[in-house]
């Protein structure tokens, strides 16, 4: 992915901040429990939330008691993270570009970035992030992907969809349960600031009816930056597949991943 691509689609997900607030899925429960446990997270742990959204990860370490500095490139976003997290006083809610942010108050204890680290400048966002933590606190990257499982035949259905109405398809893909892990550990090896990175995995499904599936893809910045005339012909071809064939729901089978290493001294 360019640079300019990159800055073009991490800018879609606050078009309709509502929209994705109603519709992306949170995170697993024990993710958040395995987490205080890597990371030592527990009452006033300092941490810093890059890419948080509308709050989905935020609410957890709310919860766990942390004082959360949580950003969003979206000026949206963040305005409805504010209102989902208004009852913790020990949040706040910062709309900002990563790369462009800089801290008044010291280092965290961890940097968490859910589903956002791969929009990061990969230049910066490595080593700004060890530059904020304090010696031995953990940066912890969680992404979620889409895997075999579920309705799988209706995913290679709407392969033939996409590969008729997105001409950036590639041909003849497949859904594995491969969540492609080693590139994100050479990347911590690479910035020479962290120890071993540890992994944890996390598998749910969800169930989605047409109207529900649509919505959910309109949440994906790939959808978003389609000439709508297209994007409304794939989603024709959706709907039908889900309706006519499917009997009218699909399932989705996520894994949620959770990478977390700590800053040598």
Same mark, same amino acid.
């Given at each position: 992915?360019?640079?300019?691509?990159?800055?073009?689609?991490?800018?879609?997900?606050?078009?309709?901040?509502?929209?994705?607030?109603?519709?992306?899925?949170?995170?697993?429960?024990?993710?958040?429990?395995?987490?205080?446990?890597?990371?030592?997270?527990?009452?006033?742990?300092?941490?810093?939330?890059?890419?948080?959204?509308?709050?989905?990860?935020?609410? #957890?370490?709310?919860?766990? *008691?942390?004082?959360?500095?949580?950003? =969003?490139? %979206? /000026?949206?976003? $963040? &305005?409805?993270?504010? @209102?989902?997290?208004?009852?913790?006083?020990?949040?706040?809610?910062?709309?900002?570009?990563?790369?462009?942010?800089?801290?008044?108050?010291?280092?965290?204890?961890?940097?968490?970035?859910?589903?956002?680290?791969?929009?990061?400048?990969?230049?910066?966002?490595?080593?700004?992030?060890?530059?904020?933590?304090?010696?031995?606190?953990?940066?912890?990257?969680?992404?979620?992907?889409?895997?075999?499982?579920?309705?799988?035949?209706?995913?290679?259905?709407?392969?033939?969809?996409?590969?008729?109405?997105? #001409?950036?398809?590639?041909? *003849?893909?497949?859904?594995?349960?491969? =969540?492609? %892990? /080693?590139?994100? $550990? &050479?990347?911590?090896? @690479?910035?020479?600031?962290?120890?071993?990175?540890?992994?944890?995995?996390?598998?749910?499904?969800?169930?989605?009816?047409?109207?529900?599936?649509?919505?959910?893809?309109?949440?994906?910045?790939?959808?978003?930056?389609?000439?709508?005339?297209?994007?409304?012909?794939?989603?024709?071809?959706?709907?039908?597949?889900?309706?006519?064939?499917?009997?009218?729901?699909?399932?989705?089978?996520?894994?949620?991943?959770?990478?977390?290493?700590?800053?040598?001294?």
């Amino acid at each position: 992915m360019t640079d300019i691509d990159r800055e073009m689609l991490r800018t879609t997900f606050g078009q309709d901040a509502e929209l994705y607030d109603q519709c992306r899925p949170g995170y697993p429960p024990p993710l958040f429990t395995d987490l205080a446990m890597l990371a030592a997270l527990g009452p006033r742990a300092r941490v810093l939330e890059i890419g948080c959204g509308t709050g989905q990860a935020t609410l #957890p370490l709310a919860q766990l *008691g942390c004082t959360v500095v949580a950003m =969003d490139l %979206s /000026p949206d976003m $963040a &305005a409805v993270a504010r @209102r989902n997290l208004a009852q913790f006083p020990d949040v706040t809610v910062v709309a900002s570009a990563f790369e462009d942010w800089q801290p008044s108050n010291g280092t965290f204890d961890a940097v968490l970035s859910a589903t956002a680290f791969h929009w990061l400048d990969p230049e910066v966002r490595m080593i700004k992030a060890a530059e904020l933590l304090r010696p031995g606190g953990a940066l912890g990257i969680i992404s979620t992907h889409h895997i075999a499982g579920g309705t799988d035949a209706f995913f290679a259905d709407a392969q033939r969809c996409y590969e008729r109405f997105d #001409p950036r398809t590639p041909p *003849g893909m497949r859904l594995t349960t491969d =969540d492609e %892990s /080693p590139e994100e $550990a &050479a990347e911590f090896d @690479r910035s020479a600031r962290f120890g071993r990175v540890e992994f944890r995995r996390y598998q749910c499904q969800q169930t989605y009816t047409a109207p529900e599936y649509l919505k959910l893809l309109m949440t994906y910045s790939g959808h978003r930056a389609m000439e709508p005339q297209a994007r409304s012909e794939l989603f024709a071809c959706i709907t039908h597949l889900i309706d006519n064939v499917y009997n009218g729901q699909i399932i989705k089978q996520y894994r949620t991943r959770l990478a977390i290493a700590h800053k040598t001294p």
